[in-house]
């Protein structure tokens, strides 16, 4: 399945969370840069959460929902497993994975051992 069918399946209560895992860490999302040339990031409930999205017409949902749909939003490509095994271990604090903010089907990738390396899980034996 796509990740689009696994996070749908999610939602709808029949999917498999690690199977959900695995596609995103198998597929390309973009990440939308900041103005300081750093990736779009939000802090809630604690954690830092990296924004992705599944493809242009999500992110243009997002700028959309956020009343920036004329501004050019420049992004990045990057693999999911790049996102959670390199990006989020890097920002050195409680970092997760937002993908597809703003959109029907969010999902989020929280840094919890299993999704994130365990050195930087908040549930972890070093945090």
Request: hydrophobic content about 50%; overall charge negative.
């Amino acid at each position: 399945m796509s990740l689009r069918d696994e996070v749908a399946a999610v939602h709808a209560v029949r999917g498999r969370p690690a199977a959900l895992v695995g596609e995103f860490r198998r597929t390309a999302v973009l990440v939308p840069m900041d103005g300081q040339g750093g990736l779009w990031t939000a802090e809630f409930g604690g954690v830092q959460w990296i924004h992705a999205f599944t493809d242009e017409t999500a992110l243009a949902r997002f700028a959309a929902a956020r009343g920036e749909a004329a501004r050019d939003w420049e992004y990045r490509s990057v693999l999911g497993a790049r996102l959670l095994d390199v990006v989020v271990p890097a920002v050195g604090e409680p970092t997760g994975v937002a993908l597809d903010v703003g959109g029907e089907r969010p999902m989020m990738f929280p840094p919890v051992a299993g999704i994130v390396p365990e050195h930087a899980a908040v549930d972890g034996a070093t945090r």
